[in-house]
């Protein structure tokens, strides 16, 4: 029922800037955790960042300082703010919603939106 659509995706050039963008629809009561993830060919999907309900940030050491992640205040969402971006960040970004429903805890994901730096 609740489902992901992420946006933004594309090809930068190095220490360009992008912007994704992850809205849910579907019955959700509130959100616990969202954020975002990234997996590129033959390594395990890793944490990007994630912000939870009360506003705490998390970041992958390797994004600090250059990703920003941000909630949309009208509607269940997160934006990454991606700056300086680097080749070695080029993967699928994730979109990821742990929600409380009427049927429990959930746990949905995006398609993924493909994001390469290069030049």
């Known amino acids: 029922q609740v489902q992901l659509v992420e946006s933004g995706g594309g090809l930068v050039q190095p220490g360009g800037s992008l912007t994704l963008s992850c809205a849910a629809s579907g019955s959700i009561f509130r959100f616990i955790v969202m954020g975002w993830y990234r997996q590129t060919p033959g390594k395990q999907r890793e944490l990007v960042a994630t912000?939870?309900?009360?506003?705490?940030?998390n970041y992958a050491d390797s994004v600090k300082g250059r990703f920003t992640i941000s909630r949309d205040s009208a509607k269940i969402g997160v934006y990454l703010q991606m700056n300086s971006l680097k080749p070695e960040d080029t993967a699928v970004y994730y979109c990821?919603?742990?929600?409380?429903?009427?049927?429990?805890?959930?746990?949905?994901w995006g398609q993924g939106t493909q994001v390469t730096v290069s030049s």
């Open positions: 990821h919603l742990d929600s409380l429903r009427a049927v429990g805890r959930e746990d949905t």
């Open positions: 912000i939870t309900s009360g506003g705490i940030r």
